[in-house]
């Protein structure tokens, strides 16, 4: 099974799969509730250029139909395997999600509707 290969400590279910098949998860167990609530991420780039994961907490506002990135921690390799490349305590401000996209499927998870 492909998901043996990630940390123990998460379970991953898969979010979306992009049209550069990236892959995006979410560790369910770090789901926060309330207007604001959160969870931790996991990017797998499949590209030439992103082979590599990031770890990321997402924060959606559900009232004003945002989300944003809280933190990012980024991985050598795929599934957060390999050295820390980089941590980023404040990699984005809050943005529109647009349709299709990952951050609208993180919306729909978080929020519950569609913004």
């Known amino acids: 099974m492909l998901l043996t290969a990630l940390p123990a ?3 991953w279910r898969l979010l979306i799969v992009t049209a550069a098949e990236d892959t995006y998860y979410v560790d369910p167990a770090t789901r926060t509730r309330g207007r604001k609530p959160r969870v931790t991420a ?3 780039g499949r ?5 590599m994961s990031n770890k990321v907490v997402w924060e ?5 139909r945002r989300v944003r990135a809280l ?3 980024g991985y050598e390799k795929r599934y957060l395997q390999g050295r820390v490349l980089f941590r980023d305590p404040h990699p984005g401000d809050p943005v529109f999600p647009l349709p299709g996209s990952p951050t609208e499927k993180l919306f729909v998870y978080l929020c519950g509707f569609k913004p």
């Open 60 to 64: 959606a506002d559900c009232d004003k």
């Open 47 to 51: 590209s030439r250029e992103t082979r």
């Open 42 to 44: 996991l990017l797998n």
């Open 9 to 11: 400590s998460a379970e």
């Open 71 to 73: 933190s990012r921690i």
